[in-house]
């Protein structure tokens, strides 16, 4: 048996900027943090030929390319050696959610693959091959960030080159700013689960159309990203704080269906009840709310009256890695 585990991500600072529509005509510049909550991919051989695949649906055929789940059948194509495989996946928390479960799931699916074949394969690679399923193969509207944080991990920076060559590194923060944002930033699930594409389309097509309002908000994203940088390695997290909420403005401009009335009442709610900045993880719609706040008992009490679930996380330091 084996057993790959990919961690889930929350997003810092540049979010937006890694979709080959932007990046190719400005460059993209993204900070994000993978966190302690994982997608797990579990493969053995079974008694018989075969394909057995297990994760929200049950699944067993007799060659891939009557494989429905998209990216199972993408990776497969190109990896398995013979048609005999049983693949199970799990999740501690649920796709579609803002956490970048998609590009964890196929990280952990291709490392898993190439563990089965006996094979090795390299961080780049790793990232580059989930990368190319994803946005060449399956033509999502998406970028490069869920695949590169789960394959590197950390709290890290990650700067894209205009032909797409993404440069990874650790953010080069000390160990008491890391220990500041575990105790201070918060995570709330909206209670709303989307799908991304909606909104990653509409971006996208408004950037190749070279709409000026898209890509200089895009461009004030990035820049943030840069000062977000700047202000983590000083360990300023307040001044953090308050530009993540800088961040959620700039977002909130790029879709109407970014929020909704449900989500702008809580995040008002919130900044009155001591977070100092927030946004939503991920494409916008629903998925998960974060908050900075330097008196989380306080906004952890205010919004359990608003019913909402708080996902307690650490960082994950480790990245996508084999466990068994």
Not at 15 to 40: C, E, L, M, Q, R
Not at 63 to 79: A, F, G, N
Not at 195 to 217: A, G, P, R, W, Y
Request: proline share 2%.
């Amino acid at each position: 048996m084996i057993i790959i585990r990919s961690p889930l991500r929350i997003s810092i600072g540049g979010g937006g900027t890694d979709i080959p529509s932007y990046y190719k005509k400005k460059g993209g510049f993204f900070i994000s943090a993978a966190i302690n909550k994982y997608v797990y991919v579990t493969i053995t051989e079974p008694f018989q030929n075969g394909i057995y695949l297990k994760y929200s649906q049950i699944e067993k055929v007799k060659t891939i390319s009557s494989i429905k789940h998209k990216i199972i059948r993408e990776v497969l194509k190109s990896e398995l050696q013979n048609n005999k495989i049983e693949i199970t996946t799990l999740t501690d928390i649920p796709a579609k959610t803002g956490l970048g479960s998609s590009g964890s799931f196929s990280t952990a699916l291709i490392k898993a693959i190439y563990t089965f074949n006996q094979k090795m394969i390299g961080r780049r690679e790793l990232a580059e091959k989930a990368c190319e399923i994803e946005i060449k193969k399956l033509n999502q509207p998406s970028g490069k960030q869920d695949q590169y944080i789960s394959v590197y991990g950390g709290v890290s920076e990650f700067s894209i080159k205009k032909n797409g060559f993404v440069t990874a590194k650790n953010l080069k923060i000390d160990k008491n700013t890391i220990l500041n944002l575990e105790d201070n930033l918060l995570l709330f699930f909206t209670g709303f689960s989307r799908d991304s594409s909606f909104i990653l389309n509409e971006q996208n097509q408004k950037t190749i159309k070279k709409d000026n309002e898209i890509i200089k908000n895009l461009d004030f994203v990035k820049s943030l990203g840069l000062e977000i940088k700047k202000t983590l390695i000083k360990g300023d997290c307040d001044y953090f704080g308050k530009l993540l909420d800088e961040h959620w403005k700039h977002k909130l401009k790029r879709s109407k269906n970014m929020s909704n009335d449900i989500i702008n009442n809580v995040y008002d709610y919130a900044m009155k009840n001591g977070a100092l900045g927030g946004k939503l993880i991920g494409a916008g719609g629903g998925g998960f709310l974060l908050f900075y706040s330097k008196t989380p008992n306080k906004l952890r009490q205010a919004l359990s009256k608003k019913k909402l679930e708080e996902v307690r996380f650490k960082f994950d330091f480790e990245g996508v890695k084999r466990i068994f």
